[in-house]
């Protein structure tokens, strides 16, 4: 039996695995729960994620990715080695080519260990390709013309912005700002001015529902965490306009690394942009109002892809019908 061609949006935050002829079919969080006495990997991915913040003393839930790249080389390998098999089934024999995404400004030592992980899992051929581009495919855009093509990817560890023409990117950066940022500067906002520690999940809770950069948005929301002065429960009444004060320094960043990104462009790219507009992708893209900053700050038409969180994912599958857009 001849393994099937897997795609993997090895992200920070979440992994998506994109099997050639049945799409999606996995879609858990980059967390490994282990046994700190004996390293033992106790849970993976979704019932990992459900022990972030929650375990006793010798149970460890981390997040083996950071910022894009391996953190933990050996809790990377055994979670894509759980995942693999869980998706691929446990035929020895079944090999498959597996396509792999990763940031811009990633390593050839850390490209190598991605590649390393995943050959170990017991991959007939690893292929490694950058994340924009994938996620240029997955949304729909034709990057083999001479034409230019911009995409913003803020997924969980990194927002990857690149312009793109004849299937390669001409220019580009990589962040080590994005949703994981976001969420961290929400914990910082809410410790120093209520003296509240709340967790990761919380954060993330009040990201989707109350968080924007925008002052449109008039919502409130209950957070509960534990009050520094006191050590006990307390709960607080967040407001959007906080959530915005509280991502302005991050959201700074990427609109100035973007402007950077666009002044590096040659002219001919930069007036097809104009024409075409930038594609925001990941997770991030969905902060209310983010797409009408963007819009005001740059000057150019700013789209959200149609699926922001899946289209990388949906991208590796393209593309592995594709090998030859492939840089292998």
Wanted: overall charge negative; proline content about 4%; glycine content about 10%.
């Amino acid at each position: 039996m001849f393994g099937k061609d897997i795609g993997i949006d090895l992200g920070t935050a979440n992994i998506l695995i994109y099997i050639k002829g049945e799409g999606i079919v996995l879609n858990e969080p980059s967390v490994v729960a282990i046994d700190d006495e004996n390293k033992k990997v106790l849970a993976v991915g979704l019932e990992a994620h459900e022990m972030l913040g929650r375990t006793p003393g010798k149970v460890k839930a981390i997040k083996p990715m950071k910022e894009g790249v391996i953190a933990d080389f050996e809790l990377t390998e055994a979670m894509l080695d759980y995942f693999i098999k869980k998706v691929n089934g446990k035929n020895l024999f079944s090999k498959p080519r597996i396509l792999i995404c990763c940031p811009t400004n990633v390593t050839p030592v850390e490209k190598n260990a991605i590649k390393e992980a995943a050959e170990r899992t017991g991959a007939k051929k690893v292929f490694i390709e950058e994340e924009p581009k994938v996620a240029a495919v997955g949304v729909g855009l034709d990057i083999s013309k001479p034409s230019g093509s911009m995409i913003v990817d803020i997924g969980g560890g990194t927002t990857d912005i690149a312009v793109l023409s004849l299937g390669s990117i001409v220019t580009s950066t990589s962040l080590k700002i994005a949703g994981n940022t976001f969420d961290n500067e929400i914990i910082k906002y809410v410790k120093d001015k209520y003296k509240l520690l709340i967790g990761e999940i919380t954060a993330e809770e009040i990201k989707k529902k109350i968080g924007t950069v925008s002052s449109c948005k008039k919502e409130k929301m209950d957070v509960k965490g534990r009050n520094i002065t006191t050590g006990l429960p307390h709960t607080i009444k967040l407001e959007s306009e906080e959530v915005k004060n509280a991502l302005k320094e991050s959201i700074d960043e990427i609109i100035r690394s973007i402007k950077q990104v666009l002044e590096n462009t040659p002219p001919e790219l930069s007036a097809d942009i104009i024409n075409k507009g930038i594609v925001l992708t990941g997770g991030g893209a969905m902060v209310d109002g983010l797409d009408t900053l963007l819009k005001e700050e740059l000057k150019v038409p700013i789209y959200i892809a149609e699926s922001p969180l899946t289209c990388v994912a949906e991208g590796t599958g393209i593309l592995l019908e594709n090998l030859n857009l492939i840089d292998d």
